[in-house]
């Protein structure tokens, strides 16, 4: 069974920076392309970032470009998102999620988390 | 950027009865089209893809239909386990955006 866990959100004044994590199990990890989606608050959901299976190819929404960094520990089956100068505009629910498509990208999140809360606020 | 709009915000069916959800793209994306459903507390679930197909443990009360830039999703004998927010997505286009939801209640 594939399971993916976030952790790592919690409260955050502007300016400050979180980690966010994600443990994934139930599937081959270095399989698959993973990206962070967040749902921001009385609004819709954003894709926020992707990292291709090896780590070599990192998008990045606009709104996120140059503060936040992807990252994954293939050798324990974990996805990393840093958020750096975060602002209000940032607090969400950010969902770790699996592409469906193994060794590429560009297509539907088959497999998603529960999330983890990001609050920012002074 | 495509645009996704989704039709209503908000839907109130009585229990047994149809629910019909709409998505509609501002350009084609032919049949790269996922749904949803989204629950408080909970990972959210993939419902659809490809317009019409149902992942592994999906019940076959939801369907999906739709092609070029119209889309439906339509939950038969709907449940009180069916309440959540429902939102569409284009894969047409990366990395793709989604609709603004819909909101399902239990009338």
């Known amino acids: 069974e594939v399971q993916l866990e976030e952790s790592g959100g919690g409260l955050v004044q502007p300016g400050g920076s979180l980690r966010l994590s994600c443990a994934a199990s139930g599937f081959t990890f270095d399989d698959y392309t993973m990206h962070w989606v967040r749902h921001l608050p009385g609004k819709g959901l954003e894709w926020v970032s992707l990292?291709?299976?090896?780590?070599?190819?990192?998008h990045y929404a606009d709104s996120v470009k140059g503060r936040f960094t992807i990252s994954r520990d293939n050798d324990k089956s974990l996805l990393y998102l840093q958020m750096n100068s975060l602002t209000t505009e940032d607090a969400a629910l950010y969902y770790c999620?699996?592409?469906?498509?193994?060794?590429?990208?560009?297509?539907?999140?088959?497999?998603w988390g529960p999330g983890t809360r990001v609050t920012v606020s002074s | 950027e495509i645009v996704m709009t989704q039709s209503p915000a908000t839907l109130s069916v009585s229990p047994g009865e149809r629910a019909t959800l709409s998505c509609r793209a501002s350009q084609t994306v032919s049949g790269n089209l996922a749904w949803y459903q989204l629950k408080p507390g909970q990972a959210p679930r993939l419902l659809m893809y490809g317009v019409s197909t149902r992942p592994s443990g999906i019940p076959v009360r939801f369907s999906g239909s739709g092609s070029g830039t119209d889309f439906t999703l339509t939950i038969s004998n709907l449940q009180s386990e069916d309440v959540a927010v429902y939102y569409c997505q284009e894969y047409a286009d990366w990395p793709g955006s989604f609709g603004q939801g819909t909101k399902l209640q239990i009338k």
């Open positions: 990292i291709t299976w090896d780590g070599g190819t990192k």
């Open positions: 999620t699996k592409d469906s498509t193994g060794g590429d990208y560009g297509d539907y999140f088959d497999y």
